[in-house]
C-alpha cells in the first residue's frame, strides 16, 4: 500500500517562497500521477496542480498559481515537490498531495480521483 508524507510547510512572509515534498514509501511513486491540493479554513479542498504518472510528462496548474508554482518528480528519490515562488497570502492554507494509479491528470481537479492522500502540511504566508 502507497503511504505518502508531505513536508516542507512553514511560515513565509509574501513574496517569498517554499518547497513542499511528498515522500512515497510502499511502493514506487512511478506507477501514481500525484496531485496538489489546499484546504484554506472554512473552505473546500480544492486542486492546485497535478504531474502525470511514470516520467511526469503532463502537468496541470490551477489558474491562480500559473506562473507562481511548479510541480516536478524524482523517481529515484521516490518524491515529488511542489515549487512555490512569489507567495500571497490567499496562499495560506494547508496543503495535501494525493496519487492516482497511472493517470495522465485528465481529471486533477477531481478529490475523487485519487486514492491516496498525506496527512496535510501548513502553509502560512504573513507578514
Known amino acids: 500500500q502507497l503511504q505518502l508524507v508531505e513536508s516542507g510547510g512553514g511560515l513565509v512572509q509574501p513574496g517569498g517562497s517554499l518547497r513542499l515534498s511528498c515522500a512515497a514509501s510502499?511502493?514506487?511513486?512511478?506507477?501514481?500521477?500525484i496531485g496538489w491540493f489546499r484546504q484554506a479554513p472554512g473552505k473546500e479542498r480544492e486542486g492546485v496542480s497535478c504531474i502525470s504518472s511514470s516520467t511526469g510528462g503532463s502537468t496541470n496548474y490551477a489558474d491562480s498559481v500559473k506562473g507562481r508554482l511548479t510541480i516536478s518528480r524524482d523517481n529515484a528519490k521516490n518524491t515529488m515537490y511542489l515549487q512555490m515562488n512569489s507567495l500571497k497570502p490567499e496562499d495560506t492554507a494547508v496543503y495535501f498531495c494525493a496519487a492516482d494509479l497511472w493517470s495522465s491528470c485528465d481529471r486533477w481537479y477531481d478529490r475523487d480521483e485519487y486514492d491516496y492522500w498525506g496527512q496535510g502540511t501548513q502553509v502560512t504566508v504573513s507578514s
Open positions: 510502499g511502493s514506487f511513486l512511478y506507477y501514481y500521477a
